[in-house]
């Protein structure tokens, strides 16, 4: 998993959100990993990316997206294009 | 594609600007890329760049600062990136607390709770209609219950209570958001329509009697959320998905639109709308040119296109009733207009009556407008200039950057309306009776500066001018009015102190204070109240913490009059030593000399560092100031409380 890339877009939405700089958003990035990814702002993060992909995620699922590799895989599920 | 290297551009270059702490830049080059994209991640990039330079943002561009607590019973978290945004954009920083979801109630009834310990300048306070009047949805079911009307009136009752003790203990300024209508209920359209007591109705109802109780507790403005979530579309205004899941009141959409519209309502609260509207002629005021078509020619009145162009005038002339001042500034011969308003008439929506000025002429525009500014005696950031011609616009924007510039459309001439009243720079959350009376007054100062040019010394001009001066408390101006003097007057202000209803209120009834207003009316009209001193009395001395006087009454010994009635008040409260105080700002230099000219030594030892407060005084036991003799005063023993306030503490 920690060979895989994080496609631009979304490497980008997370920096901006999270306020680090894209090279630091691995795939292994999360909820806790970094102070600044608290509930909040998951909760912005979860907005933005909804907002640039044009995707819904289901609420109950919202909370166990806690990682970058999570929230890719479930855009991919939803048929984003990345 | 495009769009996406100018984004990466523009963000690189807004990186740099911030990293240079170059504010002007930043915030020029963050506008061009909200406009080119919008996109929730940028605005959170903006928004993370303009706390790095608040600084910078305060001391260069004159943001204003202001310590901002949100009380909520709502998540509001994801929308702070747009609300910092947007209020960068309208030149203010917001440093912001937060409060708890559930402690609001404590929040505004405890004198220890967090939000009392923060003391912050300006105070959101955002509750959902389930903390407000959670029992409407239930009572308003069936449409008919007689329950409703006591439900809201309680509702409002307890709103009030929190309004009122929060007020009791500070003077920030208040945001109040009222409730948004529910778009889907178990009644229907038809039902909500039609039934008397739908939630519909009641949620309107509601908000009527909020804003109506947002009027009666100073500086507080009442937000109309609803009308935002209308103009926005109420079906995308909310994602119930969010709102069930994170008790997220909005969609993500609507978070700009959101922010946008809690910076413009909070904005009347520190800042004074604009006072003169400067418009064109030519394709603005009128379709065509009247030089080339006529005064036949011109499109105006109720035919399409010319309706467009009456719909504007229409606009002008509910502007000018509240007291925003219409000029012409126009190139063009000054008969061929008189003409065209005479033959037009019933074409036109206003007459050259409704104008407080006519530039037309062929000189250049920018000096049209200065010439303007000083025969209204108002500074340029008090205009707006409304002109088709691009080359004109561009020329304003560069040579005098305070005027705001609005491109009127040729080709879509019914948009005007709605370009102009999109922009804030007329909001005002009161309106005064002076501002109604506005137009006759600056009329009747044109008046005035004819007699002097005809009447012989100045002492004669200002006698024959028969001056009536009426002291009156601060409270009593009304309140209102004087912290909008304090909010709008810049040259004849000596410390600039932009207090609140609360503070002024806080001068008048504390022991030795002195919170007094100034009205002023002579031959030619009422100028209505167009000064303010505030000043306290500790031991023997009077300190003067404010001093201000509107520029339009300015060199008639009216100022005297003021310092003279305030130098009264101080002895009757046991004063023998009057303190005065200048703060120099870019606009103020006309009154730096006020206190020399008057008798005051300047006191170099008590110079407080940390201000650029420079302090003068005067002994009152050989020199208190006296009124000019060609003035009339009334209301002079008005102000007696404040001194048997002295003697009785």
């Given at each position: 998993m920690s060979s895989q890339q994080v496609p631009s877009s979304l490497r980008d939405i997370l920096a901006d959100v999270l306020e680090i700089s894209p090279e630091e958003v691995t795939p292994e990035l999360g909820v806790g990993t970094i102070d600044n990814w608290d509930s909040f702002r998951h909760l912005q993060a979860i907005l933005a990316v909804e907002g640039e992909y044009s995707v819904q995620f289901d609420p109950s699922r919202i909370p166990e997206l806690t990682t970058v590799s999570l929230i890719q895989a479930e855009l991919i599920a939803k048929g984003a294009t990345l | 594609m495009q769009n996406d290297t100018e984004r990466q551009d523009l963000r690189r270059r807004i990186k740099e600007a911030a990293s240079s702490q170059d504010a002007g830049t930043a915030v020029t080059l963050a506008r061009r890329l909200l406009a080119v994209s919008g996109k929730p991640a940028d605005v959170m990039f903006c928004a993370t760049t303009f706390t790095g330079i608040a600084d910078a943002l305060t001391s260069q561009l004159r943001a204003k600062r202001l310590k901002t607590y949100i009380v909520r019973s709502v998540t509001i978290e994801p929308i702070l990136p747009f609300l910092t945004t947007e209020a960068v954009l309208s030149n203010y920083v917001l440093d912001m607390s937060i409060g708890g979801y559930g402690s609001y109630v404590d929040e505004l009834l405890?004198?220890?709770s967090a939000l009392a310990k923060f003391k912050p300048n300006l105070v959101f306070i955002l509750l959902d209609l389930e903390d407000i009047a959670g029992r409407l949805p239930a009572l308003c079911a069936d449409g008919i219950g007689d329950a409703v009307e006591a439900e809201i009136g309680e509702s409002v009752a307890r709103v009030e209570h929190l309004l009122r003790s929060f007020r009791s203990g500070s003077s920030a300024r208040i945001l109040f958001q009222g409730c948004v209508v529910p778009d889907q209920t178990s009644l229907g359209d038809v039902g909500e329509a039609n039934l008397p007591h739908s939630l519909t109705n009641a949620v309107y109802q509601l908000n009527q009697k909020l804003a109506a109780l947002c009027r009666t507790i100073s500086d507080c403005v009442f937000f109309d959320v609803d009308h935002l979530a209308a103009r926005h579309g109420r079906a995308n205004w909310r994602d119930a998905r969010m709102f069930f899941a994170s008790r997220l009141p909005l969609s993500s959409a609507s978070f700009g639109t959101y922010a946008a519209g809690l910076v413009r309502s909070f904005s009347p609260l520190f800042r004074a709308p604009r006072k003169v509207l400067c418009t064109d002629l030519d394709n603005t005021l009128w379709g065509g040119v009247l030089g080339e078509e006529g005064p036949e020619g011109i499109a105006t009145g109720s035919a399409f296109p010319g309706n467009c162009y009456l719909e504007y005038q229409r606009h002008l002339k509910q502007l000018s009733s509240r007291g925003i001042l219409l000029a012409i500034i126009s190139k063009n011969n000054d008969a061929d207009v008189r003409e065209a308003f005479q033959i037009r008439a019933a074409d036109l929506?206003?007459?050259?009556?409704?104008?407080?000025a006519t530039k037309i002429s062929w000189n250049e525009k920018e000096a049209s407008i200065r010439e303007l500014a000083e025969e209204l005696s108002l500074g340029l950031d008090s205009f707006v200039f409304v002109d088709d011609n691009p080359v004109e616009c561009e020329a304003i924007r560069q040579q005098l950057p305070e005027v705001a510039v609005i491109a009127a459309p040729v080709e879509e001439p019914w948009k005007l309306v709605d370009l102009l009243s999109?922009?804030?720079?007329?909001?005002?959350?009161v309106v005064t009776d002076d501002d109604v009376n506005r137009l006759n007054e600056y009329k009747a100062q044109a008046q005035r500066a004819e007699l002097a040019s005809s009447a012989g010394n100045r002492d004669e001009f200002l006698a024959s001018l028969e001056i009536v001066c009426t002291f009156l408390s601060a409270l009593d101006a009304p309140l209102a009015r004087s912290v909008q003097l304090l909010a709008k007057t810049n040259?004849?202000?000596?410390?600039t102190r932009r207090h609140s209803a609360a503070e002024v209120e806080a001068f008048a009834s504390s022991p030795g204070g002195q919170a007094v207003a100034i009205r002023v009316r002579d031959r030619f009209g009422d100028a209505g109240v167009v000064g303010l001193a505030l000043a306290r009395t500790e031991g023997d001395t009077c300190s003067i913490d404010s001093l201000l006087l509107s520029?339009?009454?300015?060199?008639?010994?009216i100022e005297t009059a003021l310092l003279a009635h305030l130098g009264e008040n101080a002895i009757r409260a046991g004063a023998t030593r009057l303190v005065g105080e200048f703060i120099p700002t870019k606009k103020n230099a006309p009154c730096a000399d006020f206190y020399v000219d008057h008798g005051f030594l300047q006191d170099a030892t008590s110079r407080d560092a940390s201000t650029d407060s420079i302090f003068y005084q005067l002994d009152l036991t050989t020199a208190a100031p006296e009124s000019p003799r060609w003035l009339t005063l009334e209301?002079?023993?008005?102000?007696e409380f404040s001194a048997s306030a002295v003697v009785a503490s």
């Amino acid at each position: 998993m920690s060979s895989q890339q994080v496609p631009s877009s979304l490497r980008d939405i997370l920096a901006d959100v999270l306020e680090i700089s894209p090279e630091e958003v691995t795939p292994e990035l999360g909820v806790g990993t970094i102070d600044n990814w608290d509930s909040f702002r998951h909760l912005q993060a979860i907005l933005a990316v909804e907002g640039e992909y044009s995707v819904q995620f289901d609420p109950s699922r919202i909370p166990e997206l806690t990682t970058v590799s999570l929230i890719q895989a479930e855009l991919i599920a939803k048929g984003a294009t990345l | 594609m495009q769009n996406d290297t100018e984004r990466q551009d523009l963000r690189r270059r807004i990186k740099e600007a911030a990293s240079s702490q170059d504010a002007g830049t930043a915030v020029t080059l963050a506008r061009r890329l909200l406009a080119v994209s919008g996109k929730p991640a940028d605005v959170m990039f903006c928004a993370t760049t303009f706390t790095g330079i608040a600084d910078a943002l305060t001391s260069q561009l004159r943001a204003k600062r202001l310590k901002t607590y949100i009380v909520r019973s709502v998540t509001i978290e994801p929308i702070l990136p747009f609300l910092t945004t947007e209020a960068v954009l309208s030149n203010y920083v917001l440093d912001m607390s937060i409060g708890g979801y559930g402690s609001y109630v404590d929040e505004l009834l405890n004198p220890q709770s967090a939000l009392a310990k923060f003391k912050p300048n300006l105070v959101f306070i955002l509750l959902d209609l389930e903390d407000i009047a959670g029992r409407l949805p239930a009572l308003c079911a069936d449409g008919i219950g007689d329950a409703v009307e006591a439900e809201i009136g309680e509702s409002v009752a307890r709103v009030e209570h929190l309004l009122r003790s929060f007020r009791s203990g500070s003077s920030a300024r208040i945001l109040f958001q009222g409730c948004v209508v529910p778009d889907q209920t178990s009644l229907g359209d038809v039902g909500e329509a039609n039934l008397p007591h739908s939630l519909t109705n009641a949620v309107y109802q509601l908000n009527q009697k909020l804003a109506a109780l947002c009027r009666t507790i100073s500086d507080c403005v009442f937000f109309d959320v609803d009308h935002l979530a209308a103009r926005h579309g109420r079906a995308n205004w909310r994602d119930a998905r969010m709102f069930f899941a994170s008790r997220l009141p909005l969609s993500s959409a609507s978070f700009g639109t959101y922010a946008a519209g809690l910076v413009r309502s909070f904005s009347p609260l520190f800042r004074a709308p604009r006072k003169v509207l400067c418009t064109d002629l030519d394709n603005t005021l009128w379709g065509g040119v009247l030089g080339e078509e006529g005064p036949e020619g011109i499109a105006t009145g109720s035919a399409f296109p010319g309706n467009c162009y009456l719909e504007y005038q229409r606009h002008l002339k509910q502007l000018s009733s509240r007291g925003i001042l219409l000029a012409i500034i126009s190139k063009n011969n000054d008969a061929d207009v008189r003409e065209a308003f005479q033959i037009r008439a019933a074409d036109l929506g206003l007459t050259l009556e409704d104008f407080v000025a006519t530039k037309i002429s062929w000189n250049e525009k920018e000096a049209s407008i200065r010439e303007l500014a000083e025969e209204l005696s108002l500074g340029l950031d008090s205009f707006v200039f409304v002109d088709d011609n691009p080359v004109e616009c561009e020329a304003i924007r560069q040579q005098l950057p305070e005027v705001a510039v609005i491109a009127a459309p040729v080709e879509e001439p019914w948009k005007l309306v709605d370009l102009l009243s999109a922009q804030p720079f007329f909001d005002a959350a009161v309106v005064t009776d002076d501002d109604v009376n506005r137009l006759n007054e600056y009329k009747a100062q044109a008046q005035r500066a004819e007699l002097a040019s005809s009447a012989g010394n100045r002492d004669e001009f200002l006698a024959s001018l028969e001056i009536v001066c009426t002291f009156l408390s601060a409270l009593d101006a009304p309140l209102a009015r004087s912290v909008q003097l304090l909010a709008k007057t810049n040259q004849f202000n000596l410390t600039t102190r932009r207090h609140s209803a609360a503070e002024v209120e806080a001068f008048a009834s504390s022991p030795g204070g002195q919170a007094v207003a100034i009205r002023v009316r002579d031959r030619f009209g009422d100028a209505g109240v167009v000064g303010l001193a505030l000043a306290r009395t500790e031991g023997d001395t009077c300190s003067i913490d404010s001093l201000l006087l509107s520029c339009r009454v300015i060199g008639r010994g009216i100022e005297t009059a003021l310092l003279a009635h305030l130098g009264e008040n101080a002895i009757r409260a046991g004063a023998t030593r009057l303190v005065g105080e200048f703060i120099p700002t870019k606009k103020n230099a006309p009154c730096a000399d006020f206190y020399v000219d008057h008798g005051f030594l300047q006191d170099a030892t008590s110079r407080d560092a940390s201000t650029d407060s420079i302090f003068y005084q005067l002994d009152l036991t050989t020199a208190a100031p006296e009124s000019p003799r060609w003035l009339t005063l009334e209301g002079n023993e008005s102000n007696e409380f404040s001194a048997s306030a002295v003697v009785a503490s």
